[in-house]
């Protein structure tokens, strides 16, 4: 069955990015979101991934860096380095740590997430904030509290509605399980997958590769700011070399031996 037409498509193709004149992060970078999916990108700190997640959203000016070579297009239309632009086209970025404005109230946050929407009525922002309370029940509970007497978890879910406020066609997720227990980082899995069922493409950014390969359609891993490894998430799960470096954490946390049947071909990119 194809996708809703509501679903937005992420196309990046052979992309460069550098802070700077000294710093190469993104190296020939190419990977497919299509629409209706959600994927994965893995790797250790300094990989490059949040450097992949700035440049899909159009704020890489604002860390100093910039595209220097390749292209990035959410369906037909190309995106350039502007915030706005990505926002009108339907990319909606959460940053790594959640960000969320501790003074203002859960639903103060929320009415900041509706800028992202253009002109639209009171209706529609109504709408949208009724279906960020049923997705997340605990905004609604706590609606007039302060976001920053909430705990880390629940910061994470605000930023993810806020997020959704903007009715995103795809988006962008860095980091999310980021400091968290792992009774929660379970719960941010599930809403994951509850957004994408719900009509948004996600590009998620992860170093908790077993939540991560848990909720994704594909993955990929970035090493060196260059794509290592790319395949289903049976197959990651199943190599080696993706258990050694990326699943030990859930084997010492269960206190059990990471299960998976032989390693198939992964497709690896060399330089």
């Given at each position: ?15 460069h990015v550098?802070y700077g004149r ?7 970078v190419?990977?497919?979101l299509?629409?209706?999916?959600i994927?994965?990108v893995?790797g ?11 440049a899909?959203s ?6 100093r ?16 380095d502007?915030p706005a632009?990505a926002v009108?086209a339907?990319v909606?970025?959460?940053?790594e740590?959640?960000?969320?404005f ?16 253009g002109?639209?009525?009171a209706?529609?922002?109504?709408e ?19 976001a920053?007497?909430?705990s880390?978890?629940?910061?994470q879910?605000l930023a ?28 941010i899995?599930?809403i994951?997958?509850?957004?994408n069922?719900q ?11 077993a ?12 090493e060196?700011?260059r794509?290592?490894?790319e395949?289903t998430?049976e ?15 859930a ?9 998976a ?11």
């Open positions: 069955m194809s996708p809703p037409e509501r679903f937005g498509s992420l196309t990046i193709e052979h992309l550098a000294a710093v190469e992060a993104l190296r020939g190419s990977l497919d299509p629409g209706g999916r994927v994965a893995l250790a700190n300094g990989a490059g991934k949040s450097t992949l997640l700035r899909a159009g704020t890489l000016a604002l860390h860096g910039a595209v220097t070579a390749g292209s990035i297009a959410v369906g037909d239309h190309a995106l350039t502007d632009r009108r339907g909606v970025q959460v940053p740590g959640r960000r969320v501790a003074d203002l109230t859960v639903e103060e946050n929320l009415r900041a997430g509706e800028l992202g929407r002109r639209q009525g209706a529609s922002r109504r949208a904030r009724d279906r960020v309370f049923a997705l997340l029940p605990v905004l609604a509970e706590r609606r007039r509290q302060r920053g007497l909430m880390g978890g629940e910061q879910m993810i509605g806020r997020a959704l406020m903007a009715d995103p066609r795809v988006l962008l997720l860095d980091e999310p399980s980021l400091g968290l227990a792992p009774r929660m980082v379970a719960r899995g599930a994951v997958r509850e957004i069922e009509g948004t493409s996600v590009l998620l950014v992860e170093q908790n590769a939540m991560a390969l848990s909720v994704a359609h594909r993955a990929f891993v970035l060196n700011g794509v290592r490894l395949g998430p197959e990651l799960a199943a190599s080696d070399e993706v258990r050694r470096l990326y699943l030990g954490a084997e010492e946390e269960t206190g059990q031996p990471h299960t049947p032989p390693a198939p071909a992964l497709r690896r990119w060399t330089a």
